[in-house]
């Protein structure tokens, strides 16, 4: 008779088995990288149907001993048929005691294109058509995984380092809180940002730039903030994002779910979303919750 698969040895850390996937073009290879830096067992390029098998071996290290041990798996649209076969093995490695998490990596088309051409290498998927043939069948083939994935990185407007700054909240502490939340602020002009699991609106406030001794500086200047949180629905709109964020937060860390994204918006990203952000950030910390503030428009004015 075969052995029975052996039990993962410690139920504390059973999200540490990540899966990263997402678009061509989008930083996987980065992705790994930081993992890497930051103490995971990394595996490139694995076929989806493996997984399990790489399952049982991190099982059998931690049944030795090695309890700090984490796992993150790179996929990629190459192997093929893809997406059946990574539900497939997500669901085995759960039946197995697991609760491994799922990490897409993002960018617009127009940032997918912008790298492709830098590089001057062909879309996996182009075949005998334009890149943005490919990109589009791609985005097409992973939509169901994105929707489904625990974390998704919208990565169009970062360079290596500064997607290497943004993973490293989310993948380079061990223990700790269960849940991270990234506060960002905005600027809709500069577009939503792709990877936010919530958006507020903060253009109801009076704009700061319009104060010509305020116009110069930014959210994160003490007179700026002082002068956004003391307009009338200020304190009333963060009081009642904290209420809404309490059930959600407890229902994330119910289902394994160990990071979102939330994201505050004004016209330039700038004053009132930026203060709002910092503000919220403080709000929203708990001993379960780390929260990190992420400014993704300042500076561009």
């Known amino acids: 008779m075969a052995d029975a698969p052996a039990t993962p040895a410690d139920?504390?850390?059973r999200a540490d088995f990540l899966v990263v996937t997402g678009m061509s073009g989008a930083g996987r290879s980065t992705a790994a990288n930081v993992l890497e830096d930051h103490g995971w067992y990394v595996v490139d390029n694995l076929p989806p149907q493996l997984i399990p098998q790489?399952?049982?071996?991190?099982?059998?290290?931690?049944?030795?001993?090695?309890?700090?041990?984490?796992?993150?798996?790179?996929?990629?649209?190459r192997a093929r048929p893809f997406s059946g076969e990574?539900?497939?093995?997500?669901?085995?490695?759960?039946?197995d005691g697991w609760r491994p998490q799922l990490m897409f990596l993002d960018a617009t088309d127009e940032a997918l294109v912008r790298r492709f051409e830098s590089v001057r290498r062909p879309h996996p998927l182009q075949g005998d058509g334009r890149l943005l043939d490919g990109i589009q069948a791609e985005r097409t083939m992973l939509g169901d995984l994105r929707a489904e994935a625990h974390v998704v990185i919208d990565t169009s407007g970062l360079n290596v380092h500064q997607l290497r700054r943004k993973l490293t909240p989310i993948v380079g502490v061990a223990g700790g809180p269960s849940l991270r939340l990234a506060v960002?602020?905005?600027?809709?002009?500069?577009g939503v940002p792709l990877d936010a699991d919530f958006v507020f609106d903060m253009r109801?406030?009076?704009?700061?730039f319009w104060?010509?001794?305020?116009?110069?500086?930014?959210?994160?200047d003490a007179p700026v903030s002082e002068y956004v949180l003391a307009q009338e629905g200020a304190g009333s709109f963060l009081d009642r994002v904290v209420g809404l964020m309490e059930p959600v937060t407890g229902g994330y860390r119910r289902e394994g779910r160990r990071y979102a994204t939330i994201a505050v918006g004004c016209t330039g990203g700038k004053h009132r979303s930026v203060a709002v952000a910092q503000e919220l950030s403080v709000r929203l910390r708990d001993d379960d919750v780390a929260t990190f503030v992420v400014h993704r428009d300042l500076g561009r004015e």
């Open 86 to 95: 990574l539900r497939e093995s997500l669901d085995t490695i759960r039946a």
């Open 204 to 208: 109801f406030l009076p704009n700061p």
């Open 184 to 190: 960002m602020s905005f600027g809709f002009k500069y």
């Open 211 to 220: 104060v010509p001794e305020l116009r110069s500086l930014t959210g994160v």
């Open 11 to 13: 139920t504390s850390n």
């Open 54 to 77: 790489m399952g049982h071996l991190a099982t059998e290290a931690r049944n030795a001993g090695r309890r700090d041990l984490r796992i993150a798996a790179v996929v990629d649209v």
